[in-house]
């Protein structure tokens, strides 16, 4: 197989010369493929079955051991201007860049088949997707990307259409952490990773496409690629409100997507359209529309059971990848969080033993179509997207941060966004549990300067007057003893409640210097064991602990100098101020 796209096959010459691969490998993207390589990963050993009982058409992957996150000090943006790149991001020049790694790529698929994958990120009849293409030497990605992607010849038809691609190169090389980089081209809409076999590292269409690459596209086209999950909440009447909700690592981005409302909600039903990345576009009345470029999830499965996330629990088990979990006696994937079962292997195969460790890696995965969940919508694939009410940003604070708060207006949101903490997890390497900036959860993902990112959020206002509202959700507030003061989960919905309400003018708000706060009376607790006084913690301000806050967030945005949009800075000093005011007060 070949293409008629001479730019493309160009390209895939170029890289088999390059890497001396044995074979070239045109994935087609079918059913009879994906079994077929499969059985070939179960031939060699790169997966193993999972109990076919309790787990059919489910396999499990253990990585390298020093191959189980992000890399996020070895991934760099490579632009002709290192200011371009911005201080968010690691900076290398495109030509020391490409010989750097070239180097790397030389020779490399010796002995081994070259895949080359096309594909596309959101639905194919959509004018908001855009295509790529992944040439890589691993199954395992090939396998991964076709359940994450539409891909195969349907996506290859949609680019020898015309409208270009991304170029993705990857390859596992020898696995060794010394020679692994991460590399984005976003100039030449080029993506090189070697040395990684890890998902967000060689899942080319996923964080390095869908969020670095394509962020870059969306400022030179005018839309949004961001770090978010798209989720539908209907109403017993009917009436269903699209919300777009961006949390960092471990602050319950899943299972927001995936939420179960609680029995006290009946009649109310929630859609599950994306948990990870939306694809932000004005559509031609002026709303923000949103599709998810992905088809499938990569989740982080720790944690994960019928009562923490019942329809996740549920689609994983059947035709699923698993990636570094434990093993039970017999044969049943197992991670830390579930209910049922012993582990006797841990993540590297091992004899299990809880004094050495998890059974799971706490970064362990799983990836699953998005169509398995009980609660897909079926608007995923619609080629027009949702139109979007809100736009969420939360983290993980154990203070500060009130349970749920509005932006005074869309410059202002900017600014609740820029100023998204929490803590960091084990999707990341390095230090787990420290408290880090994570502006609009897209930190590790910004394809270029924080500042013009920025800059870019900050023009929509004068694009359109019918823009999301925007506000800010904690979930995770705490006593001074450590215990949680929200139940979270299912009962999230209460506080989506009020964010609808206010998105439709139902309830008013009480006006503080940080944004607009819900009357302690307009978050309904009915059912819940939650004191009145735990309630007005969850929504108090400490306008002490909020001043030491803007310092800190004034301190990060001073990084970008000159280059930092002043309506940021204006919007920052004017709450730096209301809060000096009501202190003094």
Request: proline share 6%; aromatic share 10%.
């Amino acid at each position: 197989m070949s293409t008629s796209n001479s730019e493309l096959e160009s390209w895939v010459n170029e890289v088999a010369r390059l890497t001396q691969a044995d074979k070239v490998f045109w994935c087609n993207g079918s059913e009879a493929e994906y079994r077929q390589l499969v059985q070939q990963m179960l031939a060699d050993g790169t997966l193993s079955e999972l109990n076919p009982e309790t787990h059919p058409n489910c396999y499990l992957h253990r990585s390298a051991p020093t191959d189980v996150a992000r890399v996020e000090h070895l991934t760099f943006i490579c632009t002709e201007k290192e200011a371009d790149a911005g201080p968010n991001n690691n900076w290398m020049d495109p030509a020391a860049a490409h010989q750097k790694i070239d180097q790397l790529f030389a020779g490399c698929m010796k002995g081994r088949t070259m895949y080359v994958i096309p594909y596309c990120m959101g639905p194919l009849e959509s004018p908001y997707s855009r295509c790529g293409v992944e040439i890589t030497d691993s199954p395992y990605v090939v396998a991964n990307m076709k359940i994450m992607t539409r891909m195969g010849d349907v996506a290859l038809s949609r680019i020898e259409k015309g409208g270009g691609f991304v170029r993705g190169l990857h390859s596992i090389g020898e696995l060794d952490p010394e020679r692994r980089f991460i590399m984005h081209f976003p100039a030449e809409l080029t993506i090189k990773s070697y040395g990684s076999g890890y998902g967000g590292n060689a899942l080319l269409g996923k964080k390095c496409h869908a969020l670095r690459i394509a962020s870059y596209q969306a400022r030179s086209e005018g839309w949004l690629a961001e770090h978010m999950l798209i989720v539908g909440v209907e109403n017993p009447a009917g009436e269903t409100h699209y919300l777009a909700c961006a949390f960092p690592s471990a602050c319950g981005k899943t299972n927001l997507a995936m939420l179960v409302p609680p029995k006290s909600h009946k009649g109310w039903k929630i859609w599950t359209l994306g948990d990870d990345i939306a694809w932000l576009q004005l559509g031609e009345d002026g709303r923000m529309r949103a599709i998810n470029p992905e088809a499938g999830y990569f989740g982080v499965v720790p944690g994960t059971n019928a009562k923490t996330n019942r329809n996740a629990y549920e689609m994983i088990r059947h035709d699923t990848i698993y990636t570094n979990v434990g093993v039970t006696a017999d044969n049943q994937p197992w991670w830390e969080g579930l209910d049922e079962g012993t582990p006797v292997l841990d993540w590297q195969g091992k004899p299990y033993d809880a004094k050495a460790g998890p059974a799971a890696h706490p970064n362990s995965r799983f990836t699953v179509a998005t169509s398995q969940n009980a609660s897909y919508s079926s608007l995923a694939d619609a080629p027009e997207g949702v139109p979007i009410s809100a736009l969420v940003f939360g983290g993980r604070r154990r203070e500060v941060a009130p349970l749920v708060y509005q932006a005074k207006d869309w410059a202002h949101g900017v600014l609740v966004g820029a100023g998204v903490a929490s803590e960091t997890t084990a999707a990341a390497s390095g230090e787990v549990g420290v408290v880090r900036r994570d502006p609009m959860a897209m930190k590790p993902f910004c394809g270029y300067n924080f500042a013009d990112y920025w800059a870019h959020w900050l023009s929509f206002a004068q694009r359109s007057d019918r823009l999301p509202e925007i506000f800010h959700v904690n979930w995770f507030r705490q006593d001074k003893d450590g215990n949680f003061l929200w139940p979270g989960f299912g009962e999230n919905l209460r506080v989506l409640r009020w964010i609808i309400d206010r998105c439709e003018k139902r309830v008013g708000a009480v006006t503080t210097p940080i944004g607009l706060l819900p009357a302690a009376a307009d978050i309904d607790i009915e059912g819940l064991a939650i004191d009145p006084a735990v309630l007005q913690e969850l929504l108090r301000v400490d306008h002490a602990q909020w001043s030491v806050e803007m310092a800190a967030l004034s301190e990060d945005l001073a990084r970008y100098g000159d280059r930092l949009p002043a309506e940021l800075n204006r919007q920052l000093q004017m709450v730096v101020e209301d809060l000096g005011e009501k202190n003094a007060a």
